[in-house]
């Protein structure tokens, strides 16, 4: 153990497990994480080579292995629950998307919700047991957001009872699928569907695309890899285009909608319905920004504690970095950010298990909202948690460079969730159009209830900009409730000032789309104050649950930061609600939390294996891991055992010009 | 020609060729770019297969294939000016970096500048014939910015006129150097030298680490390739293991400082003589940020341009993604700023050779300033650009993460930037010493000339944060002179404030070292606001340069974007200090609106004037003729995974 680190933990004021047991819901979830994690550990089966020294199909040719022997695994211990399922397959891809990602994640569930009584008996055995691999073919070259807009057709044949399946131009061609271009031989592909000479709107279908012994193309398809990409190295991302690909009728999709043998449509009982798993899959992504901080805050802040640089007194032993103001500037408040965005993901995970028994129930009251705030948060958390990343990698200096950090790798897996999913602008904007309908509804005397009911109170003390001397109230700085009710006050101005932005646009004869595309830009300012205000109040009325002192005094201190460190980096905003000043009191937080900061990290508990980081051992032993790495880099083999001909790459050009 | 691009050419309101020739200094040197880039792209030599789809060692292979071919091009084709050669080797590299960077970046000027006439002789000669590849071997694995923390030692041993090298930690082994992992034989060391028994602080040796001819590791010697990483996947960056390496006395670079044969040190004459070739890289790299930027720009309008997206009016056909406000909220900022940045590396790069002259009549007068403006310009510009490609990447929505839109390579060649040549925050608190300093000479009654002579000023006016009502509001948020004035002001506040800081530590009987520990954030604040004002200031000037109407219309739309869009996104700070108004505020963010719009038709037309040739673009996204989709399924089929049909 490096003695720097060691010091670290001794000098903590909280004991650390049990601000683990917080995070992962209870001692009993830790204890059965940490069993599932040296379940795979210290699986021989799950050795696998540095996908650093690896090229591209190797890199994928060890995933599917990977992927299979973990089907296999899950099977054989039958680990059966979903969060336990990902807590395990996280363990196994090292958290590293992979290429049957899209097989578990949305083939399965889009089979599970989408299918009729006899298509479930149909397809799921064969789904299940991994006899059929399949993806979820929705995105086309040149639509993504827009589902209107997607060019593939599947037409209806009633002379065959058969669907006919076309992509009619290049940019129709479906695009960037996980698992599509190598590894699936079935896909669930949506399409425009028509028949008797009406368009339906966008509607799924089961295609098979691959011969399920052979695996090669079937006629008509015309499947492959997109080629490399920032990230996602081990998943083939594919792309497919239909040429009068035919299926059976009965491989629509038909729990809801139908096409009837003579080619009649039956319409699908509620829009609602497809709503749910979209909401799902936002909601884990707030939580997956949590995870990836987490990841990305642990190496820079262990690394800043063993890394020594430069003099503060001059003449002393260099200090180490961490005790730097500019580095716990920059890290600490990230740090803040991630226990953020974990307490919000429990609220996302518990709020949506919640609303889904509404649902089942038949009640769908709450869903509007949550689809609104799940769309925000996840531009929100992920958003933040790219910009977070990347300072926490630069902040490793010329080291965070390296692939043996980690952190280039946790930046280029993490960053496309600012775009899939919804692209983040859009979901913003989703969440606006949410805050404007309420804002109306309050203003025409409606009472509006949950998240929003701010505006209730807005419409009532008439709240806008003022100039700071007309605003006499001094925000206490020390009070986290206080900086809640200023973060509600400041969404509440900036959704007042885009409502306004857009009647004004109005007045001057603007059509409602043209007032509401030259508002946008208040609007997704709207939005984020609205989210910002949402995750600094979740942090607040967590430490509301917390009964160990010790625990409770060093997340608060984290809540405060976080608040203030926000005030701070939008102070435009706040000085138009509030007249407050904080820098000196950031300066006081980020000592207070400096002799915590290594134990807050260890308390996310990642082990070194997952966490796959030279810079961010639970050891920090750094320096000695960091040559042995890069000793073993492909560059470096091919020295050895060339002495009997001196064309070393060097040489051979080198020689032969000259 | 995609239709949509082709109308918005037919929409700009200037001549693109007169623009492009303003960013290239003269018509002549349009020419000359063109005619050096033709040179390269008619190469048949230069052909290559695509990187994308290499494994490292190939893509390092073929780019040392490729540098080789290009040193014998140039001189086969004579061309020597520095300048030339710069875009003689982008159009080779496509701006990636290279294995053999070094050799020609630090090797031969580093032997140039600090190299006796003997030891010209013995290697600079054979280094510009190849004979010897260099590199330049200073950080260590457990060391980067801070030089006296180096643990590399050169010992001298008067029994032999030789000095042992030796590498005794683990954190003193070179790491990063490029070209030093597989490329180089030979490595300028940064070590500390001890003679007699005394350290005499860090000097230069040339080291021999490889075999001339078997090009196998010499004794003592422990070298490599550190590894894949974040970009740079050409280049060898390479560890260095030194243990009882001997070297004849001759080889320290002996042009300033000395070791007799008797083992006596002498001094060398200034130290200030190192400083320059640090300025000139700091310079430089402002204008790297501005071409990066450019590039990224470029691929992100183009490909807003021709993508169809969604509905602005239901029922309409899907718009060009450029017409949303989102969009143009993101890009054209962004555009301004490329533009802001090129401005900014044009004057840097003046500013060097004027100074540079000065220093070889022995006038250091402007140097400290020219010093403080490089670090936090250089600072500045990468961190600014380095968030900017991004959000240039992440606005193409999914292709941005293809690389085939090129997007990916520019931005992980580029944020090293940010890391190297002096880390950022130090860069920033660098330029922060020289404005404390000037700042306390000001206070002292000192009057301060040159670019910091605003600090003089605010000593008058006792300039100081109050609340708005006490301040009269003159500003004109439409006048761009109005606007650097304010840029000025709120510089001259943060750096009162930051000074204020110090003194407040200092009083609480704190050491002048942790009173300055103790203000770093407000030190980087205040020297960020200097250099934004400086960068302002320096577009704003450029405008009066500019003769042609057209030209000068659209340029002053992107200078005062360009500086709304900065007080939008630090308003805190202008109202804080009473620069602006709340109204005043929102009046901007109106104004930044109708800035949008009016930019909406020139947006094309202002990137093409980067003039950026698709074969260096190299992005699917950013192609001249906006044919993005069919191209992007042409290169996805040339995928390795797609050459054979897998099953599991």
Redesign the interface.
Known sequence: MNPDIARERENATFDVNKLTNILDGGPEKTARRREIESLVFSDPDFKEDDP??L???ER?DQA??KS?QMILKLREYGIADPEEIQHYKSMVSVNRPEAMGLHFAMFLPTLYNMCDPEQSRKWLPLAESCQIVGTYAQ?E??????LR?LETTATYDPATQEFVLNSPT??S?K??PGGL???SNYAIVLAQLYSLGNCHGLHAFIVQIRDIS????LPGIVV?????????HEV?NG?LKLENVRIPRENMLMKYSKVEPDGSYVKPPSAKLTYGTMVFIRSMIVGASAVALAKASTIAIRYSAV????????GSP?PQIL?????Q??LFPLLAMAYAFKFVGQYMKQTYHRISEDINHGNFSELPELHALSAGLKAFTTWET??AI?VC??SC??H?????SA??DI??DF??T???EG????MM?QTARYLVKSYRQAKAGQRLSGIVSYLNEAQNRGVQ?????ARPTVVDVNDLSSLVEVYKLRAAILVD?AAKSIQQELQRRK?Q??A???????L?RASDAHCHYVVVKLFADKLGEVGDTAIHSVLSTLALLYALHGI?K???????VRKITI?LR??ELLSQLRRNAVALVDAFDIHDKKLNSVLGRYDGNV??H??E????????A??VGL?HQ?N????K??YS??
């Open positions: 650093n020294f090229s591209r199909s994928y599917v292995r299979v995105t070259m040149g639509h993504g957001t827009h807009g290049v940019s061609i695009w960037w271009g190598k590894t052979t695996h090669k193309p492959g890899d997109i080629g490399p990409k920032f990230g996602f083939d792309f890394r020594h640089q430069s003099e503060i007194r001059a260099e005790d730097y103001q500019t580095q500037y920059k790219n910009s990347e990698r630069m200096g010329g965070g460079y390296s692939q043996s952190l280039p930046y280029v960053t496309p600012c775009t899939y692209e983040n602008s859009v904007l900009p003022q100039p700071v001397a000032l059509s789309e043209d509401w595309n030259n508002s946008a830009i208040d997704v701070t939008n102070s435009g905003d706040f000085l138009q820098s950031i300066k320096y000695e960091m040559f790495w890069a000793r073993r880099s492909p560059l470096n091919t020295e002495g001196s070393t790459i060097f040489s050009y080198f010009f000259i």
